[in-house]
C-alpha cells in the first residue's frame, strides 16, 4: 500500500509517437488498482501512526438526477391543436447517429482521451440491462403506435406518443448513463392500432457470404473523473473500455449456433444493413425526413436481433422493407394534409409474450388489471403523490365501467383502456403477432370456439354520451360552416370556424376519457352567432355603458318600453365584451359572454311577447275602474249628496274615454299607448240606502253547532226582545227550524226606533237586544212527555247584543256565543243589524287605489 512521491509531471506517450494520450497523475490519492475499502484503511493507519496523513479523500458527488415526476409531466401536457409541435426531424441523438453513420465513410472520427471510469457497483449490471432491454422494447412499442396514429388521421394520439416517446428516450439515456430507474416512471405500453396493410414480402434467400456479426458491447459505467464536471452529459461523450484486473468474458460464439438460427440471424443483419444504406442515402439525397425514418428501424432491428439470439421464435416473412416504409411514410404525409374523420376498427391485440400475467377470460382479464390500479391508486396516496393519485382514479373508473358493460354484456372500447406492465393483452380471438414484437417461444394451444353473443339490448345512453354527441355535433357544426364560408370566398372566416373545430379536439378526447367539460364555456354555434350579429348592430364601447336613469320604478310612464330598452343595452354591452375577449385570445371568457348575450336574447323575445299582453291587461284594470266609479256615483245619489254624485260620474267619463283609446289601439293591432299610475284616495261616507232614517232592521241569520244530545233530531227557534218602547218592548220569534243543530234562519225583522227621542238613544248607549234559543220538546228524551198535552219547550241557551256600536257604523254582524247564565252553553247564533246611519256620527270609510290614466 506504499505510494511512491510524485514526480511532479504528468504521463504523456506522445513523445514516444503513440497519439496524444493523457496519463492521469500517478500521485494521485486514490491509487490505480485501490478501492474505498484500501482508502479508509490507509486514512485509519495514518491516524493511530500520528504520521500526519493526508485525509481521507472526498468522494465524487455524483450529477444531479433531473427530476422524473416533473419530466413525465411535462411531456403528458396538453398541446394545444394550432401550436407547431416538432417532431423527430430535430431530435439530437438522431441526427447525431446520422452524422456518425456518415463520417464512417469519409475520415476516421479522433480518439476521446481515456479516463478512469469508476468501478461499478456489484449486481447493476444485470438490472441496468434488463432496464435498457425493457426501455428499448417500449420505444418500439411507441414508435410503431405513434406510427400507426398518425397513418389513421388521429393527431392527438399521435402527440401523446411521442410525448411518451421522448420520456423514453431521456429514461434510457439516463439508464446508460448508470442512473437508477423506477419501474413506475417508465410509461405503460399502448395499443398499436391497426396498421395499413401491407403486401406480405416474400423471404429472401440467404446471403452467400455469411455476415459476421457485430460483438455486442456491454454499457459502460460513467467514467470518474478528479474535478467534478459543470453538466454531466454522458451521451455525448463515447464510453471507452475500463482496466480490468480480470481479462471480460469473452463473447458467445456464434458458430456454435444452430445453422438454421444461424442463417435467419444473417437475414435480420443483411435487412438491418440494408436500411443503413438506404438512411445514408436519402441523407445525401437531401431527404432528411425519410433518413431518420430509416434510422428509427435500423435502432428497432436491435431489439430484434437481440430477442432473436436470445432463443424467441418469430416469422422473418414479416420483416420491415425499405419500400414498405418509403410507402408508409408517403402515406403519413398525405394524411396529414387532409383531414381524415373515419374511425379505425379495433386493432387486434398482439400475442401474449411468455412470463406475464394471462387471464383465461375477458371478465378475469379486466378485474385483474382494476385491482392492479386500485393498488397503484392506494400507493399514490399513501405517498402523498396527488397527480399520480388523479390519474390512476381515472384509470380505474374506465375499468369499472368496462367491467359493468362487459358484464352485461354490451361492448366496451378495449383500445382506450392502458395495460400494466407485466400483463398480456386482453384474450381475443382471432389475433395475430405484430411485424416488430417477437412471437413466443412456444406455440398456443388453438382457441376453443365462443358461442356467438347475443344482440345487445338498446341501452339509455347516459349523461356522457350526451355530452359527447353534442360536442361532435357542435364540432360538425363548423365544420360546415367552414365550408360553406369557403365557398362563398370568406376566407378569413372559413379560417375562423376551422380553428374553432380543431379546438374541439382535445374537449371530446376528455369527453372520451369520462371527463365533465363546462359546455358554458363551448363557442356558441354559426347559426346562433349569426342571429345575434344580423338583429343587433354592436356599437363603441361608450355607448355600451348603462346609463343612471335606466332603473325601472314602480311609477314609470311605460314599463314595457323601458325594459325593452335596458335589455338592448345590456345585449350590446354583452357584443361588445364578447369581441373584446376574442380579439385578446381568451376564447373561454369570449364563449361566456356569447352566452349571456343568447339568455339577454331571450329575455328580449318575453318582453316582445309581453308588449302584446299589455293592451288585454289595460283593458281589464280599466274596467274595474269604470265600474268602481259608477258603483259610487249611484251610492251617493240615493243618500241625496248630488255633489260626489255628479264628481264620480265625471271620473266614470274619464276612465271611458280611455277605455276606448284601449280598445281602439288593440283592434288595430297597435302597440300600447302610454300611461301612467295617480294614487288616488276616495272617501266614502257609509249608508244601507234602503233603509228609513228610523228603522233598525234584525236578521237572525243562522246557529253554529248547537250543544245538545241529539243534534240531528233536535228542532229550533229563536225568540228576541227588544227593549224599545219600554213600556211595551217589541218581541218575536223565527220560524221552528227541524231535525238539525246548525239552522239556517235567515229571519229578518225591522223595528221601528225613534232617532231623535232621548229614550231611544239611551236604550241605545246602555240596553241590548235579548235573543233566546228553544228547542221544541224537552230536547233530552223522546217519550210521552214531549208530545200533547204535555209537550213543552226547553231553553237551551241565550245572549245579548248590545246596541251601543250602532251610534258609529251602520252595520253590525257578528257571531255571538251561547251562554247558560254566566256558563258558555255551547254553540253560537250569527245576527246582524243595520241602520240607515249612525246614530251619533256618520261612518266614513277611505280607500287608496292605484289609478291607471293613459296619455293622451
Same mark, same amino acid.
Given at each position: ?76 401536457? $396538453? ?114 392500432? %391497426? ?7 416474400? &423471404? ?13 458491447? @456491454? ?46 440471424? /444473417? ?208 364540432? %360538425? ?53 349569426? /342571429?345575434?350579429?344580423?338583429?343587433? $348592430? ?26 325593452? /330598452?335596458?335589455?338592448?343595452? &345590456? ?30 336574447? &331571450? $329575455? ?41 254624485s255628479n264628481r264620480f260620474e265625471h271620473l266614470a267619463v274619464s276612465v ?56 240531528? $233530531? ?20 223565527t220560524p221552528l227550524v227541524k231535525d238539525t243543530n246548525s239552522p239556517q ?13 232621548? @229614550? ?80 251619533? /256620527? ?15
Amino acid at each position: 500500500m506504499y505510494k511512491k512521491p510524485s514526480s511532479g509531471k504528468r504521463g504523456n506517450l506522445s513523445q514516444f509517437g503513440l497519439l496524444d494520450v493523457d496519463i492521469p497523475d500517478v500521485d494521485d490519492d486514490e491509487p490505480l488498482d485501490g478501492s474505498d475499502d484500501d482508502i479508509d484503511l490507509e486514512a485509519e493507519l495514518a491516524a493511530i501512526s500520528g504520521g500526519g496523513g493526508k485525509p481521507r479523500p472526498k468522494k465524487r458527488v455524483p450529477a444531479v438526477v433531473a427530476d422524473l415526476d416533473s419530466m413525465i409531466a411535462a411531456s403528458l401536457r $396538453d398541446i394545444p391543436s394550432d401550436e407547431d409541435v416538432s417532431g423527430d426531424e430535430d431530435d439530437p441523438d438522431l441526427l447525431r447517429e446520422l452524422q456518425s453513420m456518415s463520417l464512417d465513410d469519409e475520415a476516421p472520427t479522433e480518439q476521446p482521451r481515456a479516463t478512469r471510469p469508476a468501478p461499478p457497483p456489484p449486481g447493476s449490471a444485470a438490472s441496468s440491462n434488463s432496464t435498457i432491454n425493457l426501455l428499448q422494447q417500449r420505444i418500439s412499442n411507441y414508435t410503431l403506435a405513434e406510427k400507426n396514429a398518425k397513418q389513421a388521421g388521429e393527431s392527438s394520439k399521435a402527440r401523446r406518443y411521442g410525448r411518451g416517446l421522448k420520456t423514453l428516450n431521456d429514461l434510457l439515456k439516463q439508464a446508460k448513463a448508470g442512473r437508477p430507474i423506477k419501474d413506475e416512471d417508465i410509461p405503460p405500453p399502448v395499443s398499436l392500432g %391497426k396498421p395499413d396493410s401491407q403486401p406480405p414480402e416474400s &423471404q429472401p434467400s440467404p446471403p452467400e457470404q455469411p455476415l459476421t456479426p457485430p460483438e455486442p458491447t @456491454p454499457p459502460m459505467p460513467p467514467p470518474r473523473s478528479t474535478s467534478i464536471p459543470s453538466a454531466p452529459e454522458p451521451e455525448e461523450r463515447p464510453p471507452t473500455p475500463p482496466e480490468p484486473k480480470e481479462p471480460p468474458p469473452p463473447p458467445p460464439d456464434f458458430e456454435a449456433m444452430d445453422p438454421a438460427k444461424q442463417e435467419g440471424l /444473417q437475414v435480420i443483419l443483411k435487412r438491418k444493413e440494408e436500411f443503413k444504406a438506404a438512411a445514408l442515402a436519402s441523407k445525401h439525397a437531401g431527404d432528411k425526413a425519410m433518413a431518420l425514418e430509416y434510422l428509427k428501424v435500423v435502432k428497432q432491428f436491435d431489439i430484434v436481433v437481440e430477442a432473436y439470439k436470445s432463443g424467441q421464435e418469430m416469422d422473418l416473412n414479416e420483416l420491415p422493407t425499405t419500400e414498405a416504409i418509403a410507402a408508409a411514410v408517403r402515406d403519413q404525409q398525405k394524411g396529414e394534409d387532409q383531414t381524415q374523420n373515419s374511425s379505425e376498427p379495433a386493432p387486434e391485440p398482439a400475442p401474449e409474450p411468455v412470463g406475464l400475467i394471462t387471464a383465461s377470460t375477458v371478465d378475469e382479464a379486466l378485474r385483474q388489471r382494476l385491482a392492479h390500479f386500485q393498488e397503484q391508486e392506494a400507493k399514490a396516496k399513501e405517498e402523498g403523490n396527488s397527480s399520480k393519485a388523479r390519474r390512476m382514479g381515472r384509470i380505474v373508473k374506465q375499468y369499472q365501467d368496462a367491467v359493468r358493460l362487459n358484464a352485461a354484456g354490451k361492448p366496451f372500447s378495449a383500445e382506450d383502456l392502458p395495460t400494466p406492465n407485466g400483463y398480456a393483452p386482453l384474450p381475443t380471438s382471432g389475433s395475430h403477432p405484430s411485424s416488430s414484437t417477437p412471437a413466443p417461444s412456444t406455440p398456443k394451444p388453438a382457441p376453443s370456439p365462443r358461442p356467438a353473443p347475443k344482440p345487445a339490448t338498446p341501452q339509455q345512453p347516459t349523461r356522457y354520451d350526451k355530452q359527447l354527441a353534442l360536442l361532435l355535433h357542435r364540432q %360538425k357544426q363548423f365544420k360546415e360552416a367552414a365550408i360553406l364560408a369557403k365557398k362563398n370566398g370568406d376566407i378569413a372566416q372559413a379560417k375562423e370556424y376551422l380553428r374553432a373545430a380543431k379546438g374541439f379536439d382535445s374537449v371530446i378526447e376528455a369527453a372520451e376519457g369520462g371527463l365533465t367539460v363546462d359546455l358554458k364555456s363551448l363557442p356558441l354555434p354559426p347559426t346562433a352567432k349569426k /342571429q345575434i350579429e344580423d338583429t343587433f $348592430d354592436v356599437v363603441s364601447t361608450e355607448d355600451c355603458g348603462p346609463p343612471d336613469d335606466t332603473a325601472i320604478r314602480l311609477d314609470d310612464e311605460d314599463v314595457m318600453s323601458r325594459l325593452h /330598452q335596458q335589455l338592448t343595452s &345590456q345585449l350590446k354591452l354583452c357584443l361588445t365584451n364578447r369581441d373584446h375577449y376574442r380579439a385578446m385570445g381568451n376564447i373561454a371568457e369570449s364563449n361566456r359572454f356569447e352566452h349571456l348575450a343568447v339568455s339577454v336574447k &331571450q $329575455d328580449l323575445d318575453v318582453v316582445a311577447v309581453a308588449k302584446r299582453l299589455v293592451m288585454s291587461r289595460l283593458h281589464q284594470q280599466l274596467t274595474s275602474q269604470l265600474k268602481l266609479c259608477l258603483t259610487n256615483r249611484d251610492h251617493y245619489r240615493a243618500m241625496g249628496n248630488i255633489a260626489e254624485s255628479n264628481r264620480f260620474e265625471h271620473l266614470a267619463v274619464s276612465v271611458k274615454q280611455d277605455l276606448d283609446v284601449v280598445a281602439v289601439a288593440k283592434s288595430l293591432g297597435e302597440n300600447p299607448p302610454k300611461f301612467h299610475y295617480e294614487n288616488r284616495k276616495f272617501s266614502v261616507v257609509q249608508c244601507n240606502t234602503d233603509l228609513n232614517e228610523n228603522d233598525l232592521e234584525l236578521t237572525i241569520v243562522r246557529g253554529i253547532a248547537y250543544n245538545v244530545p241529539n243534534p240531528k $233530531d233536535v228542532d229550533t227557534y229563536v225568540k228576541f226582545e227588544f227593549p224599545f218602547p219600554q213600556e211595551a218592548p217589541v218581541s218575536d220569534r223565527t220560524p221552528l227550524v227541524k231535525d238539525t243543530n246548525s239552522p239556517q234562519y235567515d229571519a229578518v225583522f225591522t223595528l221601528p226606533i225613534q232617532r231623535g227621542a232621548r @229614550p231611544c238613544l239611551r236604550v241605545f248607549k246602555r240596553h241590548g237586544i235579548k235573543l233566546e234559543l228553544y228547542s221544541r220538546g224537552c230536547g233530552s228524551c223522546s217519550g210521552l212527555c214531549c208530545s200533547g198535552w204535555f209537550s213543552k219547550d226547553s231553553l237551551l241557551g241565550g245572549l245579548t247584543v248590545k246596541l251601543a256600536p250602532l251610534e258609529t257604523q251602520v252595520t253590525l254582524h257578528e257571531a255571538f256565543p251561547l251562554m247558560d247564565g254566566r256558563r258558555p252553553a255551547g254553540g253560537s247564533l250569527e245576527v246582524k243589524l243595520r241602520v240607515r246611519t249612525p246614530l251619533l /256620527q256618520q261612518q266614513v270609510e277611505s280607500t287608496t287605489h292605484r289609478w291607471l290614466v293613459i296619455d293622451n
